[in-house]
């Protein structure tokens, strides 16, 4: 018998009184029917749509923090996280292990770039860049090279939330607060599109941000563990998009003067960009790629780093040296999110999702095309299944309208009221689906985005 569900009021008033929620000013919820921002109780999923206690939908525009890829509730994927369940939950992966995380590994190692053959399992994205990062000054101190203690990121990079993360991100929202606790990177302007010269195409942008970069390692190879980007977009920090050119020049240059190359793939792994690793446009291999969010299809936490023999090599050595990587995690390549991975990623052996992708994108280009004649629209720029429209005060100057006034946020409450979930980044809108969504999904997310904006801009 299924138990009455409360509604939308009474989940909000319970939630309210214990929770307290991740990216948010609580005091923007207030109590229920008192708060700016309606606290929303979703009691199911299925497909693209989201489903509150009262029974209204949303689209998910924004696949739920960039995790979801095949729908809410997948059949498949739920299929395989149930028969797990029934044989193993969980066990200790130190000195053991079980046959979803080898089948696991031995799948990515198949699928990611040529040269990453060694797998790290860990519970998040932010996790898996502390691995990434601590991997990475633990190779140059084994290798006899303990001066190596910095890391070179993007300005405007966002790499998660842990304190390591945190030091090699260049969002203030996020970072300011905590700056004193943080290591202090080595920040290289960003080939970031949009903040090109007049004239100038992404390609020019990204060969002289190139040339900044080489200025940097010049001066600070000799101190620096590694370089880490969000290949392609930087999501967090804007939605800001560049030219594969810059990997392709990044390899290089990190090749030339001896230090590691981290590609943060996150949040744009798994067919976001286009093809299956964003890396994959340059014809590129990093030394180590972070991987996580749509890796179980937006069903369960799970990261992996993944590096290559080479930085695997110099910690193999007799427990004595001292060169192990004793970094580790409680539920570290836990079976359940394994056996949802494993699901994943059979989806995209069995169905054309990377074209299918390409033609729901295109799609997508030709609906945003008329808002780039918007006069408050400085920007509509897109990778993949990534879009992204820029609200500003003044399109010439491409002034930014004041952050108080959080006209993002407008257009996300006017997507609630209209079957949608548009979660802008401040005055930036963005678009980033399922991949399980129809045209005419895209259509109805555009349309509302669209009203919105003119609501937001109304006054």
Not at 174 to 187: E, F, H, N, S
Not at 361 to 385: K, S
Not at 431 to 440: G, I, L, Q, T
Request: aromatic share 8%.
């Amino acid at each position: 018998m299924n138990k009455q569900l409360d509604s939308n009021t009474i989940l909000a008033e319970r939630d309210l009184q214990h929770i307290w929620h991740p990216c948010t000013q609580m005091h923007d919820h207030g109590m229920p029917g008192t708060g700016r921002v309606p606290m929303v109780p979703i009691v199911r999923g299925e497909g693209a749509w989201l489903y509150d206690a009262d029974g209204r939908r949303y689209l998910d525009g924004v696949s739920s923090w960039w995790t979801n890829l095949f729908g809410h509730a997948n059949p498949r994927i739920a299929a395989a996280l149930a028969e797990q369940a029934q044989t193993l939950e969980h066990v200790i992966f130190a000195g053991f292990t079980h046959p979803p995380a080898i089948q696991l590994a031995e799948r990515l190692v198949q699928l990611v770039p040529a040269g990453l053959d060694k797998v790290f399992f860990a519970d998040n994205g932010s996790a898996a860049v502390e691995v990434a990062l601590k991997m990475s000054f633990h190779y140059w101190l084994n290798q006899g090279h303990g001066e190596k203690t910095r890391f070179i990121a993007l300005s405007g990079s966002y790499h998660g939330e842990t304190l390591g993360a945190l030091s090699v991100s260049d969002v203030a929202l996020y970072r300011k607060i905590y700056a004193p606790l943080l290591l202090t990177p080595i920040l290289t302007p960003s080939p970031d599109a949009y903040e090109g010269e007049p004239g100038e195409s992404p390609a020019q942008v990204a060969a002289r941000r190139l040339g900044d970069l080489r200025a940097l390692l010049e001066r600070h190879a000799h101190e620096t563990c590694a370089v880490i980007v969000e290949p392609l977009v930087q999501c967090a920090g804007g939605m800001r998009m560049y030219h594969p050119d810059y990997l392709t020049g990044l390899r290089a240059l990190c090749d030339e003067f001896d230090v590691h190359f981290i590609a943060d793939e996150i949040a744009v792994g798994f067919g976001r960009t286009g093809t299956m690793f964003a890396c994959e446009q340059a014809g590129v291999s990093p030394d180590f790629m972070c991987l996580s969010k749509g890796l179980t299809g937006g069903t369960l936490p799970l990261a992996v780093t993944l590096t290559t023999t080479r930085v695997y090599d110099a910690f193999y050595a007799e427990y004595a040296s001292g060169k192990a990587f004793l970094h580790s995690h409680s539920y570290t390549g836990n079976p359940l999110a394994c056996s949802t991975a494993l699901a994943t990623l059979d989806i995209f052996r069995d169905e054309p999702v990377l074209e299918r992708n390409r033609a729901l994108a295109a799609h997508l280009a030709r609906r945003l095309e008329p808002l780039r004649d918007h006069p408050n629209v400085a920007d509509v720029r897109q990778t993949g299944m990534i879009a992204a429209v820029e609200l500003v005060a003044d399109k010439a100057s491409r002034c930014p309208f004041p952050a108080g006034e959080r006209r993002g946020l407008r257009v996300y409450l006017h997507g609630l009221q209209h079957e949608a979930l548009l979660r802008p980044l401040g005055n930036i809108v963005y678009f980033m689906p399922p991949y399980v969504v129809s045209e005419a999904d895209i259509d109805h997310l555009v349309d509302v985005a669209k009203a919105g904006i003119a609501k937001a801009l109304a006054d």
